[in-house]
């Protein structure tokens, strides 16, 4: 037997443990809405019994932890899953920058330059498309009349809006490029930040370990930020000690041992093509996943291959319609002049003294034959001729194909897009039945661990009421 | 499986936002009866309507050229058929000149062959937009000029332009002229309607030939020496009625042609990019149902909780 004032004890102490209890479901409501909290429990275990001439006697129970709900390979597939997630994400963010920038779009509703309203309603294609083909539609009419100074006019007008646009998408590629330079600037100070934070953490984590107690809310923000830095960047995670994790990217360790040994920098290779690499080890970083190589990869493929091709493709228009121009002779007779300047999509123009002066186009295979339109004529045929250097398309076609290359590389990372979120709802789904706090059986335990101290009072009331029964005894 | 509170919440929004951006993407293609605006949203699609457009703008280009060529034609025609009437006349002439005895009469048709001539001239220089029909390649220049002595008779007539003709593309490398020269003395390509050699044609020459004769009242000479020439450019005017024809005939049929394919193209187009109104519509009206009963249904399942019935 235990005794009256043992009793009281266990009274006292099942009051404090269902009191934890209550403490615990408080905190488990208040970060309902936090996305990083995982649920906690108190463990309540039976105090050490006592022996008794009946055998051992139970002594009450002690709340001895507080346990987080969480499964860490789901939050370990879910890191690796966040940075697959960013890569694509930045991915698809850049190939509509780039998607908008070559300004390529049906429109169905519009007719295009020149098409009579009665027959052709097939639409017009906005950009550099639209423009290729009513250059050369518009040297078809010239070939009509090549006299006419002001079909002469309207060619070379068509000529330079279709050389402005070529201008105008190779400064939108550019400004695209710097854009993701910039933007990959930000990334690295975002994950040097994070990296120093998941630094700080890893020491408050490992002083609490130290001194015996579990630093739960300390784990959630730290998942929570190593989730973050692995949507940035694909990071290699390994438990150090005193609860402390290893960071380390493509190899190359940036806190080790808890602490934070190197950060992240960008270096300009000299092409203003932005690289990652460590800043105290000086080793370059190839990424295999998040943001940062989602952009890299974008810029430097991606883009890098759409400028290239469109510069071939602008370089092979300049030099094919030069050539039959300068065979020409203008209504002066005068002939050698290039009706395009420029070498690539970036400065292509029109010569300018043609356009000051339209007499000066070359369009007559004669000198003697101002009205001649052979020269015209073959520089509108241009337009089906396929070209050696556009892998053996037309104008026309090779630029279809540049466009449709790009939506197919768009559309095949939408659809991963969409795979992707799949994959981490589904995961973010097993976590939050894992991890999520519900309401439901928050309202319960309180009620469990209300009804628990309520009849622990209960016992403290009676043993009082025990203590004065005996008193009265003895008066 | 243990459903946390926050879970529904989660749950509603992926399921409004993946369900606006279906309504979204649905709306735009009620609105612009087009299924596809951009690249990336059906590459094979693009890749098709963007060369069936191109496609599409060349042969407007065609057709275009097509009737620039026929009223080329026609208006070569109508000289042609005036032309004819010229040689008709000369050849009328021929004959009745063989049956006069009256000098008197020679001569007055000796005056109306030199007006014929100077018509010719005139059918000569004629112009289709503002573009001499006879004057070859070379541009501004009156193709034929004449002198006249003081008693205003043609004594020369001279051709100022060139033996070359300008075609144009009606179809992918092929291309046509429905231009005629006036002239051809080398005996290759098409033949000249004033001068050819290979006919034996020479209008101007033979006109004023026949004229000198009947000035001369030499009946010999116009029945012996201008009948056959003057049949020779007869028969070459009746020949340039004939290829103008054929020339007709044949862009009739390819503009006939052209209008057909610009049709199949504009199926194309709508096939390949245009929206089936009514399977949007369906759709659209299906995606707003599904977008009502999630919120409805959320909004129940998130509206009832344990503390409602706690006291």
């Known amino acids: 037997m235990i005794g009256l004032n043992a009793l009281l004890n266990l009274g006292a102490r099942s009051l404090q443990t269902q009191s934890q209890g209550t403490e615990v479901v408080g905190n488990n409501i208040a970060n309902v809405n936090n996305s990083a909290y995982a649920r906690q429990r108190v463990v309540i275990t039976s105090a050490t019994p006592v022996s008794t001439d009946i055998g051992e006697q139970g002594t009450g129970a002690d709340a001895v932890a507080i346990q987080q709900i969480r499964d860490t390979v789901l939050d370990k597939q879910i890191q690796g899953q966040a940075s697959t997630t960013g890569s694509l994400n930045a991915q698809q963010s850049a190939m509509q920058k780039i998607e908008a920038a070559l300004g390529q779009s049906l429109d169905q509703t519009t007719q295009s330059t020149g098409s009579s309203a009665t027959s052709d309603s097939t639409g017009t294609q906005h950009g550099i498309g639209d423009a290729i083909n009513t250059f050369f539609s518009n040297l078809q009419t010239l070939a009509n009349d090549p006299t006419s100074l002001s079909q002469r006019k309207v060619v070379l007008m068509q000529a330079q809006d279709l050389a402005s646009r070529f201008n105008q998408v190779a400064d939108n590629f550019d400004t695209v490029k710097s854009g993701l330079n910039t933007q990959l600037d930000n990334d690295v100070t975002k994950a040097n930040q994070l990296l120093k934070e998941i630094a700080k953490l890893n020491q408050q984590i490992s002083d609490a370990k130290s001194k015996g107690s579990d630093p739960n809310d300390l784990i959630d923000a730290r998942t929570g930020k190593l989730e973050d830095l692995a949507s940035l960047a694909k990071i290699d995670v390994t438990d150090g000690e005193d609860g402390a994790v290893n960071v380390a990217m493509d190899g190359q360790n940036l806190i080790t041992n808890g602490t934070l040994t190197d950060t992240l920098m960008t270096v300009d290779s000299g092409t203003d093509q932005k690289l990652l690499q460590t800043t105290n080890g000086g080793q370059s970083l190839n990424l295999t996943g998040g943001a940062m190589q989602g952009i890299i990869d974008t810029r430097d493929i991606t883009l890098a291959s759409l400028k290239t091709n469109l510069n071939t493709l602008a370089s092979n228009l300049i030099s094919e319609v030069n050539t039959v121009h300068a065979t020409g002779f203008s209504l002066n007779g005068e002939s050698g002049a290039d009706f395009f300047e420029g070498d690539s999509a970036g400065n292509i123009s029109v010569n300018a003294s043609l356009q000051q002066d339209p007499s000066k186009l070359q369009l007559s295979s004669s000198p003697d034959a101002k009205g001649d339109n052979s020269i015209a004529l073959a520089m509108a045929q241009l337009a089906n001729k396929s070209i050696t250097d556009l892998n053996d398309q037309t104008f026309s076609q090779n630029y279809t194909q540049l466009v449709v290359t790009l939506g197919q590389e768009s559309a095949s990372i939408n659809s991963q897009i969409s795979d992707q979120k799949i994959v981490t709802k589904m995961l973010d789904q097993q976590r939050t039945a894992v991890s999520g706090v519900s309401l439901d059986e928050e309202m319960t335990d309180l009620l469990t661990y209300q009804k628990a101290y309520q009849a622990s009072a209960k016992i403290v009331s009676t043993v009082n009421e025990m203590f004065d029964t005996v008193l009265q005894m003895k008066s | ?311």
Request: glycine content about 6%.
């Open chain 2, 1 to 311: 499986m243990r459903v946390a509170f926050n879970s529904y919440a989660d749950n509603l929004t992926s399921q409004l936002g993946d369900l606006a951006s279906r309504q979204s993407q649905l709306q735009l293609q009620a609105s612009s009866g087009q299924r596809i605006q951009n690249a990336s949203d059906d590459p094979s699609s693009m890749q098709e309507v963007l060369n069936v457009q191109a496609q599409a703008k060349q042969i407007n280009q065609y057709q275009n050229n097509i009737g620039k060529q026929l009223d080329l034609a026609n208006a070569t025609y109508t000289a042609i058929n005036s032309l004819k009437t010229i040689a008709n006349r000369a050849n009328e002439i021929i004959t009745l000149a063989n049956d006069l005895t009256s000098p008197d009469r020679l001569t007055i048709y000796g005056n109306e062959v030199d007006e014929l001539i100077k018509q010719a001239v005139t059918i000569a220089n004629s112009k289709s937009n503002n573009t001499y029909l006879f004057g070859g390649t070379t541009a501004g220049v009156t193709p034929y000029t004449m002198e006249v002595d003081d008693s205003g008779k043609v004594t020369n007539v001279s051709f100022q332009g060139n033996e070359s003709v300008n075609s144009v593309e009606i179809a992918p490398g092929t291309t046509v002229s429905a231009q005629v020269p006036a002239s051809n003395t080398s005996g290759t390509g098409q033949r000249g309607l004033f001068t050819d050699v290979t006919s034996g044609a020479d209008l101007f020459t033979h006109l004023m030939s026949l004229r000198d004769h009947l000035s001369a009242k030499d009946s010999k000479s116009i029945r012996d020496v201008d009948r056959p020439l003057l049949q020779e450019d007869s028969d070459n005017v009746l020949y340039q009625i004939g290829f103008n024809g054929a020339i007709q005939a044949r862009l009739q049929i390819a503009q006939t042609q052209w209008k057909g394919q610009t049709f199949n193209l504009n199926n194309q187009v709508a096939d390949e990019s245009g929206a089936d109104l009514a399977q949007t519509s369906i759709r659209l009206s299906q995606t707003q149902t599904a977008y009502q009963a999630a919120l409805q249904g959320s909004s129940k399942i998130m509206s009832m909780s344990l503390l409602d019935y706690l006291r």
